[in-house]
């Protein structure tokens, strides 16, 4: 398989055998959720609590949800949707988790909406090229009551960017392949800034947080200097 003909099909069945390895899902990132829980975002969050439902993009094997007690606190449980490519991971969600799952290839459609509020479980830099980043925004938009928000973190280039061996990056198409397989979308802050506009979302907060780094190898946990730094955003739809 060339570069270029990897689909959201291929996706799903390498995510299935990654998945069915893991005993355990991994627990949420604490960047997203130190960034959910800090001011103004849980304001943002908290004015919203009654306006509709809410969803997490790329929730994997447990959404971020489940351990955040605060939204359980806002009586929101029967209104949140964990939403996954991977149907291995959905069905490991749905056998321990407590809010709703389903399988949906988040490019295409997101359902259950629209929302008021739509998470972003490390989900958008992990798409498979920009153009499909692009699409994907228009659907996350269509997705949104008036009012409601997009909020999440991606990866961010910065100067000093160096990844493991098996990691080739394309300035080009701002892609990072593994092994020949696109695996992460690593773009600078003017870059996402543009792609955030053409989306038709405002821009409500965009904070570049270059003391934090997003790790782009699952087997790795500890942080290098070469690692992508890590963008805070929150969208809007008017
Ligand atoms: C970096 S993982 C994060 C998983 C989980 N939120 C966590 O923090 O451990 C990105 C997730 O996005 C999902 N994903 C990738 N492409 C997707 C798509 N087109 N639609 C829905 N989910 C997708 C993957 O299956 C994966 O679970």
């Known amino acids: 398989m060339g570069k270029m003909d990897f689909t959201n099909h291929h996706k799903e069945k390498l995510l299935n055998e990654v998945y069915g390895k893991l005993q355990h899902g991994a627990s949420p990132s604490h960047s997203l959720v130190s960034f959910l829980r800090s001011t103004p975002i849980s304001e943002w969050l908290k004015e919203r609590k009654d306006e509709g439902p809410w969803a997490e993009l790329g929730c994997g094997m447990r959404s971020l949800f489940e351990s955040w007690q605060d939204i359980f606190d806002l009586g929101l449980k029967n209104n949140l949707y964990g939403l996954d490519l ?34 972003d479980g490390h989900f958008l830099h992990c798409l498979n090229s920009v153009p499909e980043v692009y699409q994907t925004l228009g659907k996350i938009r269509e997705a949104l009551i008036p009012g409601g928000i997009y909020i999440g973190e991606v990866m961010l280039a910065h100067k000093s960017l160096s990844f493991d061996t098996q990691f080739e990056y394309d300035v080009q198409s701002n892609l990072l392949y593994k ?15 543009d792609m955030f506009v053409s989306s038709g979302l405002k821009i409500k907060y965009f904070v570049c947080q270059s003391s934090i780094k997003i790790i782009p190898e699952d087997s790795r946990d500890v942080a290098m200097n070469g690692d992508p730094e890590c963008l805070r955003f929150c969208l809007e739809r008017i």
């Open 179 to 193: 092994d020949d397989i696109p695996s992460r979308i690593i773009m600078d802050a003017f870059e996402w800034e």
């Open 86 to 119: 991977s149907s291995i991971a959905i069905e490991r969600a749905q056998q321990y988790g407590t809010i709703h799952y389903q399988q949906a290839d988040c490019t295409l459609e997101i359902p259950h909406g629209p929302h008021a509020v739509i998470l």
